[in-house]
């Protein structure tokens, strides 16, 4: 009785409007602000202004990635759980409040860590600070998947299938105008001649290095990280004020769809490498993922060290990677996939990415600011157009049945890939240091490095065959998860 009930009751529930799909979207616009701070800021402050060794600056920023499974458990409490008699609000509160006050303690163990290196090198109190980081991020990571995750959920909740790919699509770009807007907005507040070039560095008599002076960074830079995070707070409870209790189908819906959180990483692994083209396709995605993404940890440092830019100079480079990526992606639906299709969208993106590297890199070599800043524009236009095409790709070369599976699977690897790629970029950029004493090498050899991988990317790429995937892959996901079953 319940279950020929329930179709009747759903379709009583209003559907969500633009204005309400946009208004869940501030939500993903502060994970974008944030984003820009821990990448952008704290990652820059460290390398470039208080000399933290690049290995372990992306190392303990990329613990965030990396705790990214405890979305799992996190996603399946919003199940079964509720907080203040809702599913999913309630945790996406309690995570934000979390996360938004942890990037404020983070930078303060930014500052003792730059302190001690300072007094003495690096010694084991600063190796204890640095691990005191990476906890700090760790923990970050975790209150952002407890309110991210089940964000997520209750974006399935309140839509249907047929205005979910609109209010995906709205939300994602929305995570993009977050960056390009905090970018804009934390370069003005940075945007002072106290913490810019030489008016930073102080001058120990005992010794020769020239060291930044923390107190002035600390009186200019901490506001940021208090008035940033408490703006993308306040975001979070505008885009979720009562939408779950006026739309979500949570309760009506007399089975869960299996969703990107509920599945586990050893699960994932199995159903990627299911059969020799989700191997192939998985390859593929993760050498993407890691070319696209080891520039997070080094653009910023790269400006400043290179290129003699200001911390406010730095931030702004996202804007313009952003307002590419934003163009790439809104352009590539409407007019590269209807003229080329996905995969050869998808090549197209990976080669005009490898032109871009070289651009990115020769304006170091003749240190070029407006140079690095075009070449930042069209990277994101090249990111834009290869990440539309391979979304649209996945999509594409899986039956219905188990593109929920598939694309679940491939959202957690993904993330694990990217705090790889952070990590990388900082171990690559650190070997860079010891083999040149020139800065715009060693930054050069992690923009060779993304550009190997492009091309190996495109060499993955062509030897997928759609109609092998399609025929095969389903069959093979099955027997992976049927397997799972009986064991």
Same mark, same amino acid.
Request: glycine residues 10%.
């Given at each position: 009785m319940?279950?020929?009930?329930?179709?009747?009751?759903?379709?009583?529930?209003?559907?969500?409007?633009?204005?309400?799909?946009?208004?869940?979207?501030?939500?993903?616009?502060?994970?974008?602000?944030?984003?820009?701070?821990?990448?952008?800021?704290?990652?820059?402050?460290?390398?470039?202004?208080?000399?933290?060794?690049?290995?372990i600056a992306a190392t303990a920023i990329a613990m965030y990635q990396f705790v990214s499974p405890a979305r799992i458990w996190f996603g399946q409490m919003s199940d079964t759980k509720t907080l203040w008699g809702y599913h999913r609000t309630g945790f996406v509160w309690i995570g934000a409040i979390l996360f938004t006050s942890l990037a404020f303690i983070a930078l303060q163990v930014v500052w003792q860590l730059g302190m001690t290196i300072q007094a003495t090198g690096w010694s084991w109190i600063s190796y204890a600070w640095a691990a005191l980081l990476g906890l700090v991020f760790a923990l970050y990571g975790v209150a952002l998947s407890a309110s991210s995750t089940p964000f997520a959920a209750m974006l399935v909740d309140v839509s249907d299938e047929d205005n979910r790919s609109q209010l995906i699509s709205i939300v994602w770009s929305m995570l993009m105008v977050g960056i390009v807007l905090g970018a804009i907005i934390s370069s003005k507040l940075l945007n002072t001649p106290e913490i810019c070039g030489e008016a930073i560095l102080?001058?120990?008599?005992?010794?020769?290095?020239?060291?930044?002076?923390?107190?002035?960074?600390?009186?200019?830079?901490?506001?940021?990280?208090?008035?940033?995070?408490?703006?993308?707070?306040?975001?979070?409870?505008?885009?979720?004020?009562?939408?779950?209790?006026?739309?979500?189908?949570?309760?009506?819906?007399?089975?869960?769809?299996?969703?990107?959180?509920?599945?586990?990483?050893?699960?994932?692994?199995?159903?990627?490498?299911?059969?020799?083209?989700?191997?192939?396709?998985?390859?593929?995605?993760?050498?993407?993922?890691?070319?696209?993404?080891?520039?997070?940890?080094?653009?910023?440092?790269?400006g400043g060290e290179v290129f003699g830019m200001c911390i406010s100079e730095t931030t702004q480079l996202n804007a313009f990677f952003g307002m590419g990526t934003l163009f790439g992606i809104a352009s590539t639906g409407f007019l590269v996939v209807p003229r080329l299709g996905q995969q050869k969208t998808t090549k197209l993106g990976c080669m005009f990415?490898?032109?871009?590297?070289?651009?990115?890199?020769?304006?170091?070599?003749?240190?070029?600011?407006?140079?690095?800043?075009?070449?930042?524009?069209?990277? $994101? !236009? %090249?990111?834009?157009?290869?990440?539309?095409? #391979? =979304?649209? *790709?996945?999509?594409?070369l899986t039956a219905a049945?188990?593109?929920?599976?598939?694309?679940?699977?491939? $959202? !957690? %690897?993904?993330?694990?890939?990217?705090?790889? #790629? =952070?990590? *990388?970029?900082?171990?690559?950029?650190?070997?860079?240091?010891?083999l040149f004493s020139a800065p715009f090498l060693a930054y050069g050899l992690v923009f060779?490095?993304?550009?190997?991988?492009?091309?190996?990317?495109?060499?993955?790429?062509?030897?997928?065959?759609?109609?092998?995937?399609?025929?095969?892959?389903?069959?093979?996901?099955?027997?992976?998860?049927?397997?799972?079953?009986?064991g």
């Open positions: 319940t279950n020929i009930s329930n179709p009747i009751v759903q379709t009583s529930l209003p559907k969500l409007k633009l204005l309400t799909m946009f208004r869940l979207g501030l939500f993903q616009m502060g994970l974008g602000i944030m984003s820009l701070l821990t990448l952008g800021v704290i990652n820059r402050i460290m390398i470039d202004e208080l000399t933290v060794l690049p290995w102080s001058y120990d008599p005992t010794q020769t290095a020239k060291i930044a002076n923390i107190p002035a960074l600390q009186k200019t830079i901490n506001p940021v990280f208090i008035l940033m995070p408490s703006v993308v707070l306040g975001l979070c409870f505008i885009a979720t004020w009562g939408v779950e209790n006026r739309y979500s189908r949570f309760k009506l819906r007399s089975r869960i769809v299996e969703r990107e959180d509920q599945i586990t990483l050893g699960r994932a692994m199995g159903i990627l490498t299911a059969s020799r083209q989700t191997w192939l396709f998985f390859s593929f995605l993760l050498v993407l993922t890691l070319s696209l993404f080891m520039q997070d940890t080094v653009m910023e440092p790269y990415a490898v032109v871009c590297f070289g651009l990115i890199i020769f304006a170091g070599s003749v240190q070029s600011p407006s140079l690095l800043k075009s070449g930042l524009l069209f990277f $994101g !236009l %090249a990111s834009g157009v290869l990440t539309a095409g #391979a =979304t649209g *790709l996945m999509l594409d049945e188990t593109a929920g599976t598939f694309i679940g699977a491939w $959202g !957690l %690897a993904q993330a694990m890939a990217r705090g790889l #790629a =952070t990590v *990388l970029g900082g171990v690559i950029l650190n070997l860079g240091k010891m060779v490095v993304q550009a190997i991988g492009m091309i190996g990317a495109i060499w993955l790429l062509g030897n997928i065959n759609v109609k092998e995937f399609k025929d095969n892959a389903q069959a093979a996901i099955s027997a992976v998860m049927e397997g799972e079953l009986d």
